[in-house]
């Protein structure tokens, strides 16, 4: 992960839920801190710094990606600010360079939850790259799974350290594998945030063939594209809109309906789709 796309340090946690968290504790999330996080996203995103007693504030979302709306943070931002948590909707990048550009405008703290986008790229660099941490989860429903499994990015290098405190149940057993020490001790906060190695090596088989991988579901997205076209064109149903800053992973293909005969747009959609399919 680290070679292919640039991530200064990376830790294998068991779910992506569990590298908020490491996350949250990394960031030192304290009662009362506020958060800022899309109004739309998974439970997890909330719940990592809900647990630690932070407010989660929530910010409205762009339509056409689902993402968080950057024109709306700042107005969110108050003294208790502590942190902004954007998400990649379905694999679609988030504006992270407008992101962290406010987040140092107020001396705040970057999460990307980069749930859904291991693989996409958002003006040539790789979702996680670019905010203090990321979040990536390998769950089942991923485009590369190890069943259950995540990964925190720190590229922070001042943190990394504490980081593999944190991972290992809060003990020094880091400086130990290391040779610094001879035995390890108690030294901070921290949980038993590690993937196992049979889990790592099931995702590893697949992170190998990646590219090939992600060629496979682009296909699949382009035959969803060819679809529904006629029913967005119609005004019938509106669908995710990207530029050419991003590079997607294809995760998913998601779409709204805006007529009352959703029923039939959905059969329709689903038969076509079938159609083009078949034909990859």
Partial sequence: MQDKHGFKSVFLTPSGTAALEMGALLANIQPGDEVILPSYTFSSTANAIVIFGAIPIFCEVDPNTMNIDVEKIEALITPKTKMIIPIDYAGVPCEIESIVAIAEKYNLIVMQDCAQSYGSYYKGKACGTQAHLAVFSFHETKNFSAGEGGALIVNKPAWIERAHFLQEK??????????????????????????????????????????????????????????????????KISIYQINNDQHLNHHAFWLICLCIHLQWVYLMVINQTICQLQKI
Avoid: H, M
Avoid at 170 to 197: A, F, H
Avoid at 213 to 222: L, N, P, Q, T
Avoid at 228 to 235: A, D, E, R
């Fill in 170 to 235: 809060g003990t020094d057993r880091r400086l130990v594998i290391c040779g610094i020490k001879n035995k390890y001790s108690w030294v901070d906060k921290g949980s038993s945030y590690l993937l196992s190695d049979i889990l790592a090596a099931l995702l590893f088989s697949q992170l190998e063939i990646e590219d090939e991988i992600k060629e496979k579901r682009a296909k699949i997205s382009e035959a969803y594209f060819k679809a529904v076209i006629p029913f967005v064109q119609s005004g």
